[in-house]
């Protein structure tokens, strides 16, 4: 079954403690990414990679780090998470294809105390 | 720049009775458009997407979009509900130049919420 988890998928922490969020995907997708949903304000894109190795920032990646060193693999980082980045995290992935459908995790909700 | 605009933040409606989540974007170059669902504790699910072609673009579970470039506009629309399509519902926007390209960058809107009455 073609998927994309992410774990954990609840997680409260405390400010300043180093996280590490995963995300696999099964569907050899070139393209994964990151995004945070908020109330009120949609989702948007913390950081994207275009394939192993290569990943650029989206549209808050401020206090964010990704890797992407197997192609499956795309874990989201917090170095030294802060309040303000208490989210509903999802992971997507997608294909090279023209218009490829981006699937999507089920979430990681995160609280920062 | 891109954005995407969900006119709705909330839409209750009794069950059986039709809908229409009203999405419009801007964009300066043509675009790709998608309607993504949400349900309870769940990730995104896509609905139906518009790539090219005819304007009108049916989905899953009875669903269905058009595409009104002059109006900049991608209206989803279903003829009668059910309790179960109670959920949030995203549209989103790709600027075609990019999609597969180097980016495949989506803007999404802040989600509508249909919730669904018996």
């Known amino acids: 079954e073609a998927q994309v988890t992410q774990n954990p998928r609840y997680l409260i922490t405390v400010t300043g403690k180093k996280l590490t969020v995963t995300c696999s995907q099964n569907?050899?997708?070139?393209?994964m990414s990151w995004y945070r949903q908020d109330p009120g304000l949609g989702l948007r894109q913390i950081y994207y990679s275009m394939n192993v190795e290569v990943t650029d920032k989206g549209d808050v990646p401020e206090g964010y780090k990704v890797s992407r060193k197997e192609k499956r693999n795309f874990p989201l980082i917090l170095e030294s998470p802060s309040p303000n980045q208490t989210s509903l995290y999802f992971c997507?992935?997608?294909?090279?294809?023209?218009?490829?459908?981006?699937?999507f995790g089920p979430g990681t909700r995160l609280t920062v105390l | 720049a891109q954005s995407v605009t969900q006119l709705d933040s909330q839409v209750p409606v009794f069950e059986e009775a039709p809908v229409e989540l009203r999405c419009n974007y801007s964009s300066s170059v043509s675009v790709y458009l998608f309607w993504y669902v949400q349900y309870p504790n769940q990730g995104l699910q896509l609905l139906l997407k518009y790539l090219s072609g005819s304007t009108l673009v049916k989905g899953i579970n009875g669903f269905e979009a058009e595409f009104n470039k002059s109006q900049t506009s991608f209206h989803l629309r279903k003829p009668s509900v059910h309790i179960s399509d109670t959920a949030e519902y995203f549209c989103a926007v790709s600027e075609s130049l990019n999609y597969g390209g180097s980016q495949g960058n989506l803007i999404f809107g802040k989600g509508t919420k249909l919730s669904v009455k018996p």
């Open positions: 569907m050899n997708h070139e393209y």
């Open positions: 997507a992935s997608w294909g090279r294809r023209v218009g490829d459908t981006q699937y």
